[in-house]
């Protein structure tokens, strides 16, 4: 079979059981990983679904230029879709997010935009965005797409990635669990999943130091690309039954695990995740399945404490 371009091939990734990280009498533990797909995370579903939504309903063409304001992935995924259909694309993001992202972004050919992150990642993450706003209002041009509130993001996640897990699974889900970036993947695969499987539990899982949903306030943290300080307008807040606060050393330590006990090679919130669904499977016990989500690869965070 043949591709017509590599958008075309994005999707489809495995899910995996962990076998050696769950304690004997817990639930199994499946995880999909997200750092198979396409531009190594989950975030180019979405870049190319707002994409194409944005090109069907034509509010892009030709010289649109594509601005967004990212905390790392969304920026990778928005620079490969700009590379393969052709538009200019800019990408703003904190100067706290790992090197590697910045170059990634910057090797699919599209200009990043750094704002200085002085520690309160919530107000840098808004001024990204009224730099991309101000930019859209000066050039009639640029387009952003708005992953916070975008329903083209949560989207994808019902119609693909939660269709993908129903499909993989052939059976009941009795947990699942998602960290909070701009809530998409909770809200779009909760739903899905939620659909066939009503009485199922779903935790929303936050940093320690970014636990706004528990009424914690807002530090720095190291779980890039979710615990972004703000309740994003996209999150169903009715999805989840309960939220589990994972540190940063719980997070490292099970991102680092995934790859020595299982060969998995995951990003740092997809220790979070596992993290979070090791207790959920723990609660739950044997002969029951949670899911949770890898989004990305560890491959962007050679420079961050989880390669020390
Ligand atoms: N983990 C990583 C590494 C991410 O880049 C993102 C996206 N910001 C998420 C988790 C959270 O995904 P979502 O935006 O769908 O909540």
Same mark, same amino acid.
């Given at each position: 079979?043949?591709?017509?371009?590599?958008?075309?091939?994005?999707?489809?990734?495995? !899910?995996?059981?962990?076998?050696?990280?769950?304690?004997?009498?817990?639930?199994?533990?499946?995880?999909? #990983?997200?750092?198979?797909?396409?531009?190594?995370?989950?975030?180019?579903?979405?870049?190319?679904?707002?994409?194409?939504?944005?090109?069907?309903?034509?509010?892009?063409?030709?010289?649109?230029? /594509?601005?967004?304001?990212?905390?790392?992935?969304?920026?990778?995924?928005?620079? !490969?879709?700009?590379?393969?259909?052709?538009?200019?694309?800019?990408?703003?993001?904190?100067? =706290?997010?790992?090197?590697?992202?910045?170059?990634?972004?910057?090797?699919?050919?599209?200009?990043? /935009?750094?704002?200085?992150?002085? %520690?309160?990642?919530?107000?840098?993450?808004?001024?990204?965005?009224?730099?991309?706003?101000?930019?859209?209002?000066?050039?009639?041009?640029?387009?952003?797409?708005?992953? #916070?509130?975008?329903?083209?993001?949560?989207?994808?996640?019902?119609?693909?990635?939660? /269709?993908?897990?129903?499909?993989?699974?052939?059976?009941?889900?009795?947990?699942?669990?998602?960290?909070?970036?701009?809530?998409?993947?909770?809200? %779009?695969?909760?739903?899905?999943?939620?659909?066939?499987?009503?009485?199922?539990?779903?935790?929303?899982?936050?940093?320690?130091?970014?636990?706004?949903? =528990?009424?914690?306030? /807002?530090?720095?943290?190291?779980?890039?690309?979710?615990?972004?300080?703000?309740?994003?307008?996209?999150?169903?807040?009715?999805?989840?039954?309960?939220?589990?606060?994972?540190?940063?050393?719980?997070? !490292?330590?099970?991102?680092?695990?995934?790859?020595?006990?299982? %060969?998995?090679?995951? %990003?740092?919130?997809?220790?979070?995740?596992?993290?979070?669904?090791?207790?959920?499977?723990?609660?739950?016990?044997?002969?029951?399945?949670?899911?949770?989500?890898?989004?990305?690869?560890?491959?962007?965070? #050679?420079?961050?404490?989880?390669?020390?």
């Amino acid at each position: 079979m043949i591709y017509d371009n590599i958008l075309e091939a994005m999707g489809g990734t495995p !899910l995996i059981r962990l076998n050696h990280m769950p304690e004997p009498e817990s639930a199994q533990v499946l995880v999909k #990983f997200e750092g198979l797909n396409v531009g190594g995370s989950i975030k180019t579903r979405t870049a190319y679904n707002m994409i194409k939504d944005a090109e069907e309903k034509g509010l892009i063409g030709e010289d649109t230029i /594509i601005v967004e304001p990212t905390s790392g992935n969304q920026g990778i995924g928005l620079a !490969l879709v700009g590379a393969v259909r052709g538009y200019q694309t800019k990408i703003i993001m904190p100067d =706290s997010v790992s090197e590697e992202r910045r170059k990634l972004v910057e090797h699919y050919g599209a200009e990043v /935009i750094l704002i200085h992150d002085d %520690g309160n990642i919530g107000a840098c993450i808004e001024e990204c965005l009224q730099t991309a706003l101000s930019m859209a209002k000066q050039d009639s041009r640029v387009f952003v797409p708005q992953q #916070f509130e975008n329903p083209a993001n949560p989207a994808v996640h019902r119609s693909q990635t939660g /269709i993908e897990i129903l499909e993989q699974v052939n059976g009941p889900i009795h947990g699942f669990c998602s960290g909070i970036g701009t809530g998409g993947t909770i809200t %779009g695969v909760g739903e899905t999943i939620r659909e066939k499987n009503p009485d199922m539990e779903i935790w929303a899982v936050e940093p320690e130091h970014a636990a706004i949903l =528990s009424g914690g306030s /807002i530090g720095t943290h190291l779980q890039m690309g979710i615990g972004d300080g703000l309740i994003p307008e996209i999150l169903n807040q009715q999805i989840y039954n309960e939220v589990c606060i994972i540190t940063d050393e719980e997070a !490292l330590s099970t991102s680092k695990r995934l790859a020595a006990e299982e %060969g998995i090679m995951c %990003g740092i919130s997809s220790g979070t995740n596992v993290a979070a669904a090791l207790k959920l499977a723990k609660k739950l016990g044997k002969g029951k399945t949670v899911v949770t989500i890898l989004p990305d690869t560890a491959e962007r965070y #050679f420079s961050t404490p989880l390669f020390e």
